[in-house]
């Protein structure tokens, strides 16, 4: 069974301190690793799709790295506007999108 | 209208009731998906549809009953349901599996 673990569980960082979420998988053959930013009430809204080990993909502030075992969303220099809980979650050979619980970062000025 | 729809945002119901939830893909995807979302716990997925046919039921009680009539459309119809059915209620679309894309999500509660 397909499993995502995701850490920290929160995260709180002042405006500007940099640092990295984790999200440890294990998958039957990996077809994607995708992240996810979620805010209070709404929907998930797709960042990133990682395919490899040592793809890597960036979009504003945020980077996503990929290795055999996990994944880091890296936050650079992260503004209040950031906060929001990030998801991680995976596809393998079942072709069924897997999630973890997510981390809850809040940026403060 | 873009992107993944759903109505209604917010649904209030006793558990007597029978309602539905919309959802509406306007990108030209070939696959929907319902999932439900509790407090601390990871999204659930309950049913997959591919070109109209459900192609998945992940052991989902039959007060959930799913219906996609065309692949730009989905509804979940609600009935007799229980308190611990309250939650959000959030519906994607995918081209092939690929990324999903979400809806803003239904809020239910369940009285």
């Known amino acids: 069974e397909d499993q995502v673990t995701q850490s920290p569980e929160a995260l709180r960082l002042q405006e500007g301190e940099s640092s990295s979420l984790n999200c440890s998988y294990t998958?039957?053959?990996?077809?994607?690793l995708f992240w996810y930013r979620q805010d209070p009430g709404k929907g998930p809204e797709f960042l990133f799709t990682?395919?490899?080990a040592g793809e890597e993909k960036e979009k504003e502030r945020l980077k996503a790295t990929l290795t055999k075992k996990e994944s880091f969303l890296h936050i650079t220099a992260p503004k209040p506007e950031d906060s929001a809980t990030y998801l991680c979650?995976?596809?393998?050979?079942?072709?069924?999108?897997?999630f973890g619980t997510g981390t809850r970062l809040q940026v403060t000025l | 209208e873009t992107g993944v729809t759903q109505t209604p945002r917010h649904l209030v119901m006793g558990m007597t009731n029978k309602k539905s939830l919309k959802c509406e893909q306007h990108?030209?995807?070939?696959?929907m998906y319902w999932y439900k979302q509790s407090a601390k716990k990871p999204l659930e997925l309950m049913f997959v549809?591919?070109?109209?046919?459900?192609?998945e039921n992940n052991s989902v009680p039959s007060r959930f009953s799913p219906e996609c009539p065309n692949s730009s459309h989905l509804f979940l119809h609600l009935h007799t349901l229980q308190p611990e059915d309250s939650a959000l209620y959030l519906c994607?679309?995918?081209?092939?599996?690929?990324?999903?894309?979400f809806g803003p999500g239904t809020r239910l509660t369940v009285l």
């Open positions: 549809y591919n070109f109209k046919e459900q192609t």
């Open positions: 990682l395919y490899s």
């Open positions: 979650a995976v596809t393998g050979t079942a072709s069924k999108l897997t």
């Open positions: 994607a679309s995918s081209r092939d599996g690929d990324e999903q894309f």
């Open positions: 990108l030209g995807h070939n696959a």
């Open positions: 998958v039957s053959g990996l077809r994607g």
